[in-house]
């Protein structure tokens, strides 16, 4: 047991003094990770500016002070109602007073009651925008809402309804919950939301290149001859593998967890309980060592081993969510939730949601798995560097 902790030792000295260790496994990652801090806090932090809408009001007419009196209530950002003629509207809009004119004829209730239309006319200036868009969106809902009741008394007209009951379906139709409402929210519980998809999909993409240089210097041991020298001393082969994959798993547990240290206090996220990600690191990084031995076993060469560690690097990555969130379902959905990486993203959004270790089976048995199917082949699986 000494012998096999003095080569892990000595290996992971050896893979800590190889500046390509901290390039790939920190010092890129945690660059990247400042970069998609920098253009996605910008998008999330967008602000709004004041708007300013011209809007026509007369006093008899509801479906006008049913449009300011709703605008009035818009706390996404703040709406300024300036109430005008109609002959002014275009000229404020025109001249930049106003971002948004809004012309309406609506009438009263009654006359809505016995099948008056209502004209909505808006007119838009060049500012226009996300904002400009919202208010047009608001004040077509109000029309809709308040031409409802025209639409439903021509339609029992038409099926010769009295006047007492059209009056009854008007006054019903205008009373009406609203069949669908919104409200601010937040992002699922047991869900990352989507900078903490990126930094735990980062992570875990550059964890398979850490991992990958300590398990993947086998081969280039192998091909200077000093894997040859080593099997020589007094000791068991299997030892010189079971030290290259304690040296990767320490370097790969070490390295994520700085990732995901740093990931969060960029993006401002926390992942919940320590010691449940721990558990997930753990996991997470005994699957992608695993995967590692099994590349290490079917490459020939060091350049083959490097381009397939690359390709399921940045294949498991991708799909683990460290570019963009992605979901699926069927067989590719299947195939997405057999992904270690996308497993480990789960775990972690289980914990920030407040989960237990209980409520980790699922992504622990597919890393595990993982580890354990991965494991096995390495030892099945003919070693092809050895056949040359």
């Given at each position: 047991?000494s012998?096999?902790?003095?080569l892990?030792?000595?290996?992971l000295r050896q893979?800590v003094?190889?500046?390509?260790?901290?390039?790939?496994?920190?010092?890129?990652?945690?660059?990247?990770?400042f970069?998609?801090?920098?253009?996605f806090?910008?998008?999330?932090?967008?602000?709004?500016?004041?708007t300013?809408v011209?809007?026509?009001?007369?006093d008899?007419?509801?479906l006008a002070?049913a449009v300011?009196a709703t605008?009035?209530?818009v706390?996404?950002?703040?709406?300024n109602?300036?109430?005008?003629g109609a002959?002014?509207v275009?000229?404020?809009v025109?001249?930049?007073?106003a971002?948004?004119?809004v012309v309406?004829?609506?009438?009263?209730?009654a006359?809505a009651?016995?099948?008056a239309?209502a004209?909505v006319?808006v007119i838009?200036g060049?500012?226009?925008?996300?904002q400009?868009?919202?208010i047009?969106s608001?004040?077509?809902a109000?029309a809709e809402r308040f031409?409802?009741?025209t639409?439903?008394?021509?339609?029992?007209?038409e099926?010769?309804?009295?006047?007492?009951?059209l009056a009854?379906v008007?006054?019903?139709?205008?009373?009406?919950p609203?069949a669908?409402?919104?409200?601010?929210?937040?992002t699922?519980?047991?869900q990352?939301?989507?900078g903490?998809t990126?930094?735990?999909g980062?992570?875990?993409?550059?964890l398979?290149?850490?991992?990958?240089?300590?398990?993947?210097?086998?081969?280039?041991?192998r091909?200077?001859?000093?894997l040859?020298?080593?099997?020589?001393m007094p000791m068991?082969p299997?030892m010189?593998?079971?030290g290259k994959?304690i040296?990767?798993?320490?370097l790969?547990v070490?390295?994520?967890?700085?990732?995901?240290?740093?990931?969060?206090w960029m993006f401002?996220?926390s992942?919940g309980s320590?010691?449940?990600?721990?558990?997930?690191?753990?996991?997470v990084v005994?699957?992608?060592?695993s995967?590692?031995f099994v590349?290490?076993?079917?490459a020939?060469t060091?350049?083959?081993a490097?381009?397939?560690q690359?390709?399921?690097a940045?294949?498991?990555?991708?799909?683990?969510?460290a570019f963009?969130?992605?979901?699926?379902g069927g067989?590719?959905?299947?195939?997405?939730e057999?992904?270690?990486?996308?497993?480990?993203?789960?775990?972690?959004g289980?914990?920030?949601?407040?989960?237990?270790?209980?409520d980790?089976?699922?992504p622990?048995?597919?890393?595990?798995?993982?580890?354990?199917?991965?494991?096995?082949?390495?030892r099945?699986l003919?070693?092809?560097?050895?056949?040359l």
């Open positions: 047991m012998q096999l902790f003095t892990a030792a000595a290996d893979r003094r190889d500046k390509s260790v901290l390039i790939f496994g920190l010092v890129v990652p945690i660059a990247l990770m970069v998609m801090n920098l253009v806090s910008g998008a999330e932090e967008l602000e709004f500016e004041p300013t011209a809007i026509t009001a007369a008899d007419d509801d002070r300011i605008l009035g209530r706390d996404v950002f703040e709406v109602v300036d109430e005008v002959d002014q275009r000229p404020l025109r001249d930049g007073g971002d948004l004119g309406i004829d609506g009438g009263d209730a006359s009651a016995e099948g239309q004209s006319e838009e060049e500012a226009a925008g996300l400009t868009d919202i047009i608001v004040t077509q109000v031409t409802s009741v639409t439903a008394t021509r339609a029992g007209a099926l010769g309804l009295s006047e007492e009951e009854m008007a006054q019903s139709v205008a009373q009406a609203e669908v409402t919104t409200i601010e929210g937040r699922a519980s047991e990352l939301d989507g903490g990126m930094v735990a980062q992570a875990g993409l550059f398979l290149f850490t991992v990958g240089f300590g398990v993947l210097s086998l081969i280039n041991e091909e200077q001859g000093t040859v020298r080593l099997r020589s068991r299997g010189i593998v079971a994959a040296s990767a798993y320490v790969g070490g390295a994520t967890g700085v990732l995901l240290a740093v990931g969060g401002d996220i992942f320590v010691p449940l990600v721990a558990v997930l690191v753990l996991a005994a699957a992608a060592t995967l590692m590349v290490a076993r079917l020939r060091a350049e083959q490097g381009v397939t690359a390709i399921l940045v294949v498991l990555g991708m799909f683990g969510g963009f969130q992605l979901t699926s067989i590719a959905g299947t195939l997405l057999l992904n270690p990486i996308g497993a480990f993203t789960r775990g972690l289980i914990v920030a949601g407040g989960g237990q270790l209980s980790l089976g699922v622990l048995a597919t890393m595990v798995g993982f580890a354990v199917i991965a494991a096995a082949a390495s099945l003919p070693d092809r560097g050895a056949e």
